[in-house]
């Protein structure tokens, strides 16, 4: 029986919360591993019993478009969900008698329907073409697509009745759908990359099977767990619809890596200790220091994401949500069940160990593998070594040079025209509105008058009607009808504009119909309330939203940052550098998604959908500023935690910085890579703004491992010295030796602070 020297450790009273749960955890290792099991268990469960509470139309209503739809839903006009019934001809020119025959069989089968409010008279397109069957949908416009199917199937009945014919079926409704099936079948695409190329960096770095299946199948508990929290929470805030996405896409990232950071620290501890110290002593050194910062990157993350509830957004709110949950949960998997599992496995190693000392064979020397060893990294911090000065000027200007192309960045709502043309109903949307251009975009002006003067904002409706059909940009063959509700006080004109909706021409006549005609028609009117809604208008005011609540966001973020990584290093000037190399890693990673989608080089080097490029989504920027300030925080609290750790023990700056970067360059750069493969999977995927996130936040990541933390973070912590520590005692003392020193130089465990 092997004894082992007692250990000295601090009173439990001196002892973080995070190593008083990692002893508890290690202590009591079947306890904590079938607790986090039922967790998971109960989260999912729950979540799915309750399941996702999908936001509705009235949680999108912003700025002015919003206001118009709340008026008109109020008084019973709000715009109701369309599918339309596109017949032509499967070869050669359309035969009239055959078309009006297949017009009326679909015609006779949506009215029979519950779902159909009305059928339209099938219209002919303006070259003989085709014919149109318009069906208006009962019900709010967000919620067609769950009940769309019964329409589909009865288009397709009539395709088969009709097989001398194209009988097909598009429309708001169906488009919705075909967008959520895309969606559902990315989800499991992203499943289907990241796991297996996760599981083979993580079998590069350990070279073992169990240790690289821990990280992975913490990562996976929970993204399970998060996911059964967010369907729960969805009933409080309400989901539009991304918040798995976001949830698979954070939670294998920081999930793997909050483990990686743990592993890593537990290994180097046992090696340290020589077999002197028990794997539950082992792993209460680990959570001393790597424990502590795994808690303070999420905590990072958490309040990083949290800013984005600030920009009053549904869909932010989703993405901060999702986000929030999962960061949280893979935070807690790492300083609970974790360290169970650890104690397990050293457990096992000992017996395997006892097991080949009594067959006297030597101890088997365990192997890490990383991207790189110590004499590598060492060649690399050389620049920032022996030219600190040049090493920084030249590797910020290069990142500047990459974040120059960002000043031209232009922002579009990515809508139905960027969608991937994968998805049958926007096929057929095309062909429907090259056939009836009018379709392409629409505007809805709503108009509320007190008084109830029906009859006066008839008559200015209908003359702002005559002049937007007489203006280019309108489609002159549509008539301007106005509906007027039940009590006279509310009234909508429609009017359509022959221009895809994204397209310049829309947004002009919207801002035609804003500034000019409705001011001199309805305007002129004393005590009227009047509003312009419709795709393009829908899509003017989020952007105008979206940049409105930037400075806002973007500021509060900067301030979080400083004040979190003072409170973490104790330093202003560690503070203000961090906010600096966070702000420099994501204006680079912004100028390079500029370049790659808005100037179509994806398109050109990758074969992208023209679709997702030529402008970059709306959402996207802000959403990566703050994931990306959250994620930068994992590195520079785990990287600068250990250098401020050397620095502790008595180490001068330069060896702490260099010491410290190599000590932690390895697991650093695998979890950068493990980030790396998760985020690039969505660069694959169809959804333009997932492609445009993913392939943001991959070179970000790869940019803030390897440029940031391996080049300007040394250098500029080398030139500023005893600076770095300011204004903590360390800044005063010339080799920041404080009492407490062990005589091998380390630091004991009530005395670390970092990770």
């Given amino acids: 029986m092997q004894i082992r020297p007692p250990v000295r450790r601090a009173p439990v009273s001196a002892r973080s919360p995070v190593v008083r749960v990692a002893a508890w955890s290690a202590a009591n290792p079947w306890r904590a591993i079938t607790g986090w099991l039922l967790f998971v268990t109960l989260c999912l469960g729950a979540g799915i019993a309750a399941g996702t509470h999908n936001a509705g139309t009235e949680d999108y209503w912003i700025g002015e478009a919003g206001r118009a739809e709340e008026i008109a839903t109020g008084a019973g006009l709000q715009r109701r969900p369309e599918e339309y019934v596109l017949i032509r001809a499967r070869k050669g020119a359309l035969d009239p008698t055959a078309a009006r025959a297949a017009a009326r069989d679909v015609t006779a089968r949506m009215r029979r329907l519950p779902e159909v409010e009305s059928v339209g008279p099938p219209a002919p397109s303006a070259d003989g073409t085709a014919l149109l069957v318009s069906v208006t949908m009962r019900g709010p416009e967000l919620d067609a697509r769950q009940h769309v199917d019964p329409l589909l199937a009865q288009t397709a009945q009539a395709q088969r009745d009709h097989p001398g014919l194209v009988v097909e079926q598009t429309g708001s409704a169906s488009i919705s759908k075909g967008v959520n099936r895309q969606r559902s079948d990315d989800l499991a695409l992203s499943e289907a990359i990241s ?57 294998m990232a920081v999930g793997v890596d909050y483990t990686l950071f743990y592993l890593k620290r537990e290994r180097e501890e046992r090696a340290r200790a020589g077999g002197r110290l028990s794997p539950r002593a082992v792993v209460e050194l680990a959570a001393a220091t790597s424990g502590r910062a795994v808690v303070v990157s999420g905590l990072a993350v958490l309040v990083s994401t949290a800013t984005l509830y600030l920009a009053a957004d549904v869909v932010f709110s989703s993405l901060a949500t999702g986000t929030v949950l999962v960061v949280l949960v893979a935070m807690a998997s790492s300083v609970t069940v974790l360290p169970a599992l650890l104690v397990r496995l050293g457990l096992r190693a000992e017996r395997r160990a006892s097991r080949r000392a009594g067959r006297g064979l030597p101890p088997r020397r365990g192997r890490e593998r990383g991207a790189g060893g110590e004499r590598l990294w060492r060649t690399l911090l050389r620049p920032a070594e022996r030219h ?82 007489a203006d280019p940009l309108f489609a002159a063959n549509v008539p301007a009808d106005v509906r007027v509700s039940a009590d006279g006080r509310v009234s909508v004109l ?262």
């Fill in 195 to 251: 796991f297996p190329v996760t599981l083979v960096a993580l079998l590069v770095v350990f070279g073992s099977v169990l240790m690289a299946a821990v990280p992975l199948l913490l990562a996976l508990s929970s993204i399970a767990a998060a996911m059964g929290l967010s369907m729960l929470v969805s009933h409080l805030l309400p989901d539009a619809g991304v918040g798995n996405n976001v949830i698979l896409l954070i939670g």
């Fill in 388 to 469: 600190p000065v040049l090493t920084l000027a030249v590797a910020v200007l290069a990142m500047v040079v990459l974040a120059l192309p960002a000043l031209g960045m232009q922002l579009r709502v990515l809508n139905r025209d960027s969608h991937s043309r994968e998805i049958p109903a926007l096929r057929i949307h095309d062909r429907m509105t090259t056939a009836f251009p009018e379709l392409r975009t629409l505007h809805q002006v709503v108009v509320r008058d007190g008084r109830g003067r029906t009859e006066e904002v008839g008559r200015a409706l209908r003359e702002l009607g005559r002049r937007a059909h």
């Fill in 494 to 755: 429609e009017l359509a504009v022959p221009y895809r909706l994204s397209s310049a021409e829309a947004e002009r006549s919207l801002d035609r119909i804003r500034d000019d005609y409705l001011p001199a028609t309805v305007g002129a009117i004393p005590g009227v309330e009047a509003a312009v809604t419709g795709d393009a208008a829908r899509n003017v005011d989020d952007l105008d939203h979206v940049n409105g609540k930037l400075p806002l966001v973007t500021g509060l973020l900067l301030l979080v940052s400083l004040v979190m990584t003072m409170i973490v290093f104790r330093s202003v000037t560690l503070g203000l550098l961090g906010v600096l190399l966070n702000s420099l890693s994501a204006a680079a990673s912004f100028g390079l998604v500029v370049v790659f989608f808005q100037y179509g080089l994806a398109t050109t080097l990758f074969g992208f959908d023209p679709g997702a490029t030529g402008a970059i989504g709306s959402r996207v920027p802000l959403f990566l500023l703050v994931i990306l300030f959250g994620l930068s925080m994992d590195y520079q609290v785990f990287v600068v935690s250990r250098i401020r750790e050397k620095a502790v023990a008595g180490v001068p700056t330069r060896r702490a910085v260099l010491d410290g970067i190599t000590g932690s360059a390895g697991v650093v750069t695998s979890a950068a890579i493990v980030m790396v493969t998760v985020f690039a999977g969505f660069v694959f995927l169809h959804l333009a703004e997932m492609k445009q996130i993913g392939f943001s936040l991959a070179v970000a990541v790869l940019l803030d491992a390897f440029v940031i933390r391996t080049t300007i973070l040394p250098a500029a912590m080398i030139v500023l010295d005893r600076l770095n520590w300011w204004p903590s005692p360390l800044s005063r003392n010339a080799h920041g030796v404080r009492r407490g020193v062990t005589s091998d130089g380390r630091v004991p465990t009530a005395d670390r602070s970092g990770g």
